[in-house]
């Protein structure tokens, strides 16, 4: 499967507790981008990287959040003290380039805060 | 505020017959445009996209609309068949200006009756 992977599909936590989710991307693709999907709403951007660098990030990115894509290859999403508004889809895409091409995206990790 | 409306939370259609899907944006800064097909329980996959300097896509079946200037983009699917059913995402971002994040509609349900 060459799509885009995304670890795990499910995950429950504790309120407080922090959560680290997993995105590999088509292995070409060297822009990767992270989503936040809620019950009712549209994807929502969270941040995006060009290889290792991170180049934007959106203002629902709070400090709790952290991502790293360390060698431009599989990127990681921290969520620190998680919150119960934290339960929420995480969704992954990647893109071959910017610019005017589509995103690919993983099946998400849905993240339930108890 | 949301930037991409999609005002009918849900349409059905008859197999066979037209669909029309729509879209409004309001950022006139946006300059590129996406449609996006979602089942429940997997991720968005990419069905056809419009730059600004267009206003007509076509791919088989699937064909979208541009209007700059009502700032309204529309997807249009003929004939429908049951397999379309899904939850469709119109989107948008503005690549030349560094925002390569999309900005999502909360989505239209589509709903092809046999």
């Known amino acids: 499967d060459t799509g885009v992977s995304q670890n795990p599909r499910h995950k429950i936590t504790k309120r407080g507790q922090n959560v680290t989710f997993r995105c590999d991307p088509i292995?070409?693709?060297?822009?990767l981008y992270w989503y936040r999907q809620t019950l009712g709403q549209g994807p929502e951007f969270l941040t995006y990287?060009?290889?290792?660098?991170?180049?934007?990030k959106s203002r629902l990115l709070s400090d709790r959040f952290s991502a790293e894509r360390p060698k431009g290859s599989f990127s990681t999403l921290e969520i620190q003290r998680t919150e119960q508004g934290d339960s929420a889809m995480y969704l992954c895409?990647?893109?071959?380039?910017?610019?005017?091409?589509?995103?690919?995206f993983g099946q998400g990790t849905r993240l339930t805060v108890v | 505020d949301q930037q991409v409306k999609q005002n009918s939370p849900s349409l059905s259609v008859q197999e066979g017959r037209i669909s029309i899907l729509n879209c409004d944006y309001t950022?006139?800064?946006?300059?590129?445009f996406l449609w996006y097909k979602k089942y429940p329980a997997e991720g968005p996959t990419f069905l056809i996209s419009?730059?600004?300097?267009?206003d007509k896509n076509e791919d088989g079946r699937f064909t979208v609309f541009l209007n700059k200037s009502a700032k309204h983009l529309s997807l249009h699917i003929v004939p429908s068949q049951p397999g379309d059913s899904a939850v469709y995402f119109c989107?948008?971002?503005?690549?030349?200006?560094?925002?390569?994040?999309?900005?999502f509609g909360k989505g239209t349900h589509l709903i092809i009756q046999p």
């Open positions: 292995s070409e693709h060297n822009r």
């Open positions: 895409a990647s893109s071959p380039t910017g610019g005017l091409t589509e995103a690919f």
């Open positions: 419009i730059s600004s300097i267009k």
């Open positions: 990287f060009q290889n290792e660098a991170q180049l934007e």
């Open positions: 989107a948008a971002s503005n690549p030349g200006g560094g925002a390569d994040g999309l900005t």
């Open positions: 950022n006139s800064m946006f300059d590129y």
